[in-house]
């Protein structure tokens, strides 16, 4: 059977890195709002010029885009999904309940990646002096200011998802500090 999970937490919580674990060991497929909208600019698409602004101010895009994309992915059917950095609001997360519920899926966790905020600025900091020392693209929304908005739009609009998952009886907590084998090998244990 397989199973539809959430890995919920702040920008920098290593969400994305824990996901791309998840495709490899279980096979499950990883469904990224971040990684279609960067995408979507990419691509030089309208709505990719429309977020464009929005993302690099580290502000969250609207509900209505982001359960757009998601409802396009379900709609090809199927299960074993990761959704990294959806949902964001109460909003989306109703929305993903009733999207699931019409292909008769439900999601079996939440996995709330735990880390502390000097951690966070740290990590995303770095990234972006890796990506610009090997010569590589760095994230528009890698930098001081942008971090600030994304850390502040975590606690004000996503962070009252825990409650409400935790309500549902999904919620579960991971320690985010833990070397990338010890987080997998948590989070192992909670999905078997
Ligand atoms: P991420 O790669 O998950 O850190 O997302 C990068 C940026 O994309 C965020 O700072 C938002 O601007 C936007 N974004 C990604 N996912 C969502 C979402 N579920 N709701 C709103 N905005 C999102």
Same mark, same amino acid.
């Given at each position: 059977m397989s199973l539809n999970i959430i890995l919920l937490g702040?920008?920098?919580?290593?969400k994305g890195t824990q996901a791309r674990i998840l495709t490899e060991r279980r096979g499950l497929v990883q469904l990224s709002t971040g990684d279609m909208l960067r995408e979507a600019q990419a691509s030089g698409s309208e709505m990719g010029k429309l977020v464009a602004d929005v993302m690099a101010k580290g502000q969250l895009v609207t509900d209505e885009i982001v359960i757009g994309l998601i409802r396009e992915k379900l709609a090809k059917g199927g299960s074993g999904f990761i959704f990294d !950095?959806?949902?964001?609001t109460l909003a989306q997360a109703d929305a993903l309940g009733d999207l699931l519920a019409e292909t008769g899926e439900s999601l079996d966790a939440v996995i709330e990646m735990q880390v502390d905020d000097e951690t966070l600025v740290r990590r995303i900091v770095n990234r972006a002096d890796e990506a610009r020392a090997a010569g590589q693209p760095v994230r528009a929304d890698d930098n001081a200011e942008s971090v600030g908005v994304r850390l502040m739009a975590y606690y004000k609009q996503t962070s009252p998802l825990i409650g409400y998952y935790y309500a549902k009886g999904l919620l579960r907590g991971v320690n !985010?500090?833990?070397e990338i084998d010890a987080v997998a090998a948590e989070i192992a244990a909670i999905l078997d």
């Open positions: 702040p920008p920098g919580a290593g !950095g959806f949902p964001r !985010g500090l833990a």
